[in-house]
């Protein structure tokens, strides 16, 4: 199995003082829908990492608002008039190739809760410090 960004070595995630991680609201990106996006896909996360039982259905929710996500983001950078950048677009469409191919390994039973997790946070960590940081670089 090829986890993407193996090795990426992200700096342990910050933490709120309401005790909730961080990891796609690590930086703000300056536009409030932006980052309360990114924050309600934290709180996915942290719900899937809570689930005893079965995990799956969260982790396609999860994987699927992500996705949505990636087409808001393009639309209020739009209206917001930030810097989306053709590199930035282009992520955009890569990370959805490899989420649809995470989807199918959930679905079919072949990552451990954990990987999936752990695969997950790194790819938003490494998406937020490279891409979304730059939106709004004032
Ligand atoms: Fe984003
Ligand atoms: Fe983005």
């Not at 005893?52 to 949505?68: E, K, M, Q």
Request: glycine share 2%.
């Amino acid at each position: 199995m090829t986890v993407p960004f193996a090795n990426f070595n992200p700096p342990p995630y910050h933490v709120l003082f309401t005790g909730a991680p961080m990891y796609y609201s690590y930086f703000s990106t300056g536009s409030l829908r932006i980052d309360s996006e990114h924050a309600n896909i934290d709180s996915m996360i942290d719900l899937c990492r809570s689930k005893s039982g079965n995990w799956i259905p969260t982790a396609r929710i999860l994987v699927s608002a992500f996705v949505n996500h990636l087409d808001s983001e393009e639309k209020i950078c739009r209206e917001e008039g930030l810097a989306m950048t053709r590199e930035h677009l282009a992520e955009h469409q890569l990370l959805k190739s490899r989420l649809a191919l995470i989807d199918r390994q959930v679905v079919n039973h072949d990552l451990e809760k954990n990987v999936f997790l752990s695969m997950l946070r790194d790819i938003l960590f490494y998406h937020i410090s490279n891409f979304d940081k730059q939106l709004n670089p004032a």
